[in-house]
């Protein structure tokens, strides 16, 4: 799975998750901060539902580190962060 199809995947999870009540989603888009779409229930769903695709895809995706919620480093700043970390967890492994 390439990072393209990774990150359609985040951003139609994250989609379904506001059921439709989204202004346009990018690879921008903040996930942690004060500028989110999702609070913190949402966030703890997209975490679950990369974990599923990450064992349909043979790894253990880990979100849990010290830095993950950081605004200025962690992998939940942005969509393109969570992707990049995903896609990185998932080459590590393989």
């Given at each position: 799975?390439?990072?393209?199809?990774?990150?359609?995947?985040?951003?139609?999870?994250?989609?379904?998750?506001?059921?439709?009540?989204?202004?346009?989603?990018?690879?921008d888009t903040q996930l942690v901060g004060g500028n989110t779409m999702l609070d913190s229930m949402k966030l703890?769903?997209?975490?679950?539902?990369?974990?599923?695709?990450?064992?349909?895809?043979?790894?253990?995706?880990?979100?849990?580190?010290?830095?993950?919620?950081?605004?200025?480093?962690?992998?939940?700043?942005?969509?393109?962060?969570?992707?990049?970390?995903?896609?990185?967890?998932?080459?590590?492994?393989?």
């Amino acid at each position: 799975m390439d990072k393209a199809v990774v990150k359609k995947k985040i951003i139609s999870l994250i989609e379904g998750l506001l059921e439709g009540n989204t202004e346009e989603i990018t690879g921008d888009t903040q996930l942690v901060g004060g500028n989110t779409m999702l609070d913190s229930m949402k966030l703890v769903e997209v975490c679950l539902e990369l974990e599923d695709l990450a064992e349909e895809n043979g790894f253990e995706f880990d979100w849990t580190s010290e830095t993950a919620m950081s605004k200025s480093r962690g992998m939940f700043r942005t969509i393109d962060a969570l992707t990049n970390e995903f896609v990185n967890q998932m080459r590590s492994e393989s």
